[in-house]
């Protein structure tokens, strides 16, 4: 056999088999990976009682200073307030305030998403109602609800439509506002896939549109709502002082002028309190069943 023959032939090594190690486990010094939580690391892991722990914090705040103020006149105490709430709560003036508040407010929170719907539609249809919108927001958004009172005093007379009126405008446009933008932020793909799977124009916007767009469309409930809120409570101060009845508004006025001022904090901590059991009962539980589950949000 040739020395060329020879080189280009595979050389076979001898295989031996490999050494087994075998190494000792050490303390990484990583401690224990996983332990059960302590009291305190539980407690603190719990958002509500966090939540809770700072209403009790403001509350020892306001009463550490109403206490240095020591003028009830000026600002009473946190349980000087508390106590005229109970006694107003118990005697019915209160809960009966609140209720009128709510039924107004509900009225024309209600109207207001209906007309948001309506305008969100039209300008998701078309582009002419795409501008129209546009151009209703940049007129009226910036305006004040409270700022068109007198108009509506003029058309609809003392009561409650003209307070509806105002809530109306306090709760379109950002209700509006939002969703819209909520539906020209839906993905592309997403768009595509629902196409792509031939569903029809109502499943189209149930299933693709209005999911996509739920955070920005919560996002536009919740401003509408704290918008009403203070506009309620603004439009009853007007309509109580002119026609002698009304809500939460009207009880922080005749309050004012009794100079029963603990039982005007009592009337303004009611409407804090109210607005706190909307937000985390309602729209809390919303924002967990839906884009908290749906896994759009942190």
């Not at 002082?241 to 009794?258: A, D, M, P, Q």
Request: proline share 4%.
């Amino acid at each position: 056999m040739s020395e060329a023959v020879k080189h280009a032939m595979p050389v076979q090594r001898a295989t031996t088999a490999r050494p087994e190690f075998v190494r000792e486990v050490t303390d990484t010094g990583y401690g224990v990976v996983e332990k059960p939580l302590g009291v305190f690391e539980t407690l603190w892991g719990n958002a509500g009682l966090r939540k809770v722990g700072v209403l009790v914090f403001l509350a020892c705040l306001w009463q550490a200073y109403g206490l240095w103020v020591n003028n009830d006149l000026l600002m009473p105490t946190f349980t000087q307030t508390v106590a005229a709430l109970w006694t107003d709560v118990a005697s019915g003036r209160l809960p009966a305030a609140a209720a009128a508040s709510m039924k107004v407010l509900l009225q024309g929170y209600v109207a207001g998403l209906a007309l948001a719907a309506i305008l969100t539609a039209l300008a998701t249809a078309s582009r002419i109602g795409s501008d129209l919108l546009d151009v209703l927001t940049a007129m009226f958004n910036p305006l004040p609800s409270i700022a068109l009172l007198p108009l509506a005093m003029i058309w609809f007379g003392l009561g409650d439509p003209s307070i509806i009126f105002v809530l109306i405008h306090a709760v379109l446009w950002s209700v509006a506002l939002n969703t819209h933008a909520g539906f020209r932020g839906v993905s592309p793909t997403w768009r595509m896939v629902g196409r792509n799977y031939g569903i029809g124009q109502i499943g189209y916007i149930w299933s693709i549109l209005i999911p996509g767009a739920f955070p920005s469309i919560l996002t536009g409930l919740k401003i509408g709502w704290a918008f009403a809120w203070r506009t309620l409570i603004a439009a009853e101060l007007v309509f109580g002082s002119s026609s002698g009845g009304g809500g939460l508004g009207w009880y922080v006025f005749e309050n004012k002028n009794s100079l029963e001022i603990p039982s005007v904090f009592a009337g303004l901590l009611t409407v804090i309190l109210l607005g706190l059991v909307v937000e985390n009962l309602v729209f809390r539980t919303v924002e967990r069943l839906t884009v908290q589950r749906w896994g759009m949000q942190q």
